[in-house]
């Protein structure tokens, strides 16, 4: 009579192992493989330009640049320097720059939408900014580091027709020394520094500021 040849239980054991080992390994070469034809983006890496909100700009006009710095990083900015150029995003993906604005007078107004001043200030800088288009008045409204959705909302909101831009990272409120908002900056037709003023505008005090400001290349 044929005995049948019984597995022994170290057999069986070592039998498991290498499955398990196969099929490890066979996981482990899908992964890399997956990981060489798609990249980061299959862990949750970076996403493709396609999804940004903004088009992928050159290295020239990134997020937040400033193209010429004081000559110390202790210096402060104020009345009778020369304004900072910068690069910042408008609402739509453009990059403006300040010194494209030369040869305009220029209200550089730092803010945020949790302020409660600013949502005090902003229908002024709307009237002055309708009442001074015939001297090209040009009011850049510098948001602190907040999301476009929410500038967009703010803005939809109070009807406001200025633009404003995207200080996404906060390097230009720090290049300008802003510690509270709302803080402006008055700036004439060749780049100078009028004013600076530190909180909420009054209507009056925005017209007293822009009367020196639009006269003061006279």
């Given amino acids: 009579m044929t005995k049948v040849a019984e597995s022994s239980p170290g057999a069986e054991k070592k039998h498991g192992r290498s499955s398990l080992l196969l099929v490890g390994g066979a996981v482990l070469l899908g992964l890399a493989l997956s990981l060489l034809l798609f990249g980061g983006n299959l862990l949750g ?29 202790s210096e402060i900015l104020d009345v009778g320097d020369t304004a900072v150029n910068f690069y910042l995003h408008d609402l739509d993906g453009n990059v403006v720059d300040l010194e494209s604005f030369r040869g305009q007078p220029v209200i550089l107004n730092f803010w945020a939408t949790w302020c409660a001043p ?6 002024a800088l709307e009237a002055a900014y309708e009442a001074h288009q015939d001297d090209d008045l040009v009011i850049l409204a510098v948001n602190a580091q907040e999301t476009h959705q929410e500038v967009t909302r703010f803005f939809d909101e109070l009807e ?53 400001t639009i006269h003061s290349a006279d």
């Fill in 45 to 73: 890496g970076e996403k493709s330009d396609e999804t940004a909100v903004f088009p992928q700009l050159s290295a020239q006009s990134g997020n937040a640049q400033v193209a010429q710095l004081p000559a110390s990083s």
């Fill in 118 to 123: 600013c949502r005090v200030e902003m229908p």
């Fill in 160 to 212: 406001l027709t200025f633009t404003p831009l995207l200080d996404a990272d906060g390097e230009v409120s720090h290049l300008y020394n802003v510690f509270n908002f709302p803080s402006s900056y008055f700036i004439d037709a060749t780049g100078k520094i009028t004013a600076v003023h530190r909180g909420l505008l009054t209507d009056q005090q925005i017209e007293s500021y822009l009367t020196a």
